[in-house]
């Protein structure tokens, strides 16, 4: 026996790593320490991120209602402004039937005679 080697080391098993077994170098089976600080800075990030977008999605449905809103305030301008210009057409027409004579010939005028 002077010359043998014996081995100790067990043979590694062909469902778990060598690292694993008892005696083996490998990495700890602790596990790592979280670094919380990157942690709380991507959420920080997150929620500042999400923030944004809530605040841009509320500064776009505002922009819309006020869009409609001006879009429905045009619109009642545009029907009383032809009202009024329908009115004084109509007031123009009336006045301009009476104040023509038969008589007069105007370029542009019929005359119906029965």
Known sequence: ????????????????????????????????ERNWTSSS?????AVSGIAVVVAALIAAFIAFLANAQSQRAASVQLKIAEQGQFTDRYNAA??????????????GSMHFSA
Do not use: C, F, H
Request: hydrophobic share 25%.
């Open 1 to 32: 026996m002077g010359g043998e080697q014996t081995n100790d080391r067990k043979r590694p098993s062909p469902t778990r790593p060598a690292w694993a077994l008892d005696g083996a170098s490998g990495p700890a089976r602790t596990r790592p």
């Open 94 to 107: 009336i006045t301009n039937l009476g104040s023509r004579s038969r008589g007069s010939g105007s370029a």
């Open 41 to 45: 800075a991507i959420v920080t990030a």
